[in-house]
């Protein structure tokens, strides 16, 4: 990959992380909030919502979204208070985390304690909800997901790991892009702690916080940064990252 360039430092145990077209977005797990910066580094972070340990959350039009449970809720990108949008009622109340969202949809995990994870979509224009997919591996726990146009990506799986899909607007139509045993990925159990489809390949962080790019069609993952990485974003050829030592970067791939 390109060179690192930091876009904030000294930050409280930053975790998810998205991206617009002038900002970077990360959730402070020990901070308690929702930042930005620009994506350029050349800013100075600014707090977007006061939230106690945010789970998870995403962007797309004037808003961020966040998870939490039996809701999501959201707060304008420029800040503000949080505000509710969606509200799930079942019989196992699930708790929402590793959200995405493009301009008509959100999508979200779902965990739900006797039933296990789930992937729901939420209308944008309604906030009325669906659940769509469980894991393809029974029983596993359902790792980030992402949108294209047509179709929502989760990974899942155990012993094999699966990046499969589902049609966005009802959840059929299930498929995989990327089947791999552990030691084909990583020498990790746990490879897709998070992933990211891009127009170049598949990116993709073991549970160690190495960070790999796998080209559409190789055979293992190059790795692009060795340790500390949590989650992952792409965006018009760079990839941004939350590390543990408290910095959110980006690196242009190669």
């Not at 077209?21 to 929702?34: D, P």
């Not at 089947?179 to 702690?193: E, I």
């Amino acid at each position: 990959g390109g060179a690192v360039v930091s876009i904030a430092s000294g930050q409280a145990k930053p975790l998810r992380v998205a991206v617009d077209a002038t900002y970077a977005y990360w959730s402070n797990n020990l901070g308690g909030a929702i930042m930005r910066a620009t994506k350029d580094g050349l800013g100075s972070p600014e707090v977007v919502a006061a939230i106690t340990s945010p789970t998870s959350f995403a962007i797309t039009g004037d808003y961020v979204y966040v998870g939490g449970s039996s809701r999501i809720d959201r707060v304008l990108k420029s800040g503000g208070t949080l505000a509710p949008f969606a509200t799930v009622t079942a019989d196992d109340t699930p708790t929402f985390s590793e959200i995405v969202a493009d301009d008509t949809a959100l999508c979200a995990i779902g965990h739900q304690v006797s039933a296990g994870d789930f992937v729901w979509r939420f209308a944008l224009a309604d906030g009325s909800s669906q659940r769509l997919a469980a894991s393809i591996t029974t029983g596993a726990v359902i790792r980030p997901l992402q949108l294209d146009a047509t179709r929502v990506y989760f990974g899942s799986g155990y012993t094999t790991h699966h990046i499969d899909s589902v049609l966005k607007l009802d959840g059929s139509g299930i498929a995989s892009i990327y089947t791999a045993t552990p030691t084909t990925m990583s020498s990790s159990s746990d490879p897709f702690q998070a992933f990211t489809p891009s127009d170049c390949g598949v990116l993709w962080v073991n549970s160690g916080g190495a960070l790999y790019h796998q080209s559409a069609g190789a055979a293992y993952g190059a790795l692009l940064v060795s340790s500390g990485v949590q989650r992952v974003a792409y965006a018009n050829g760079f990839v941004y990252w939350t590390a543990s030592d408290g910095t959110v970067d980006r690196m242009q791939l190669p």
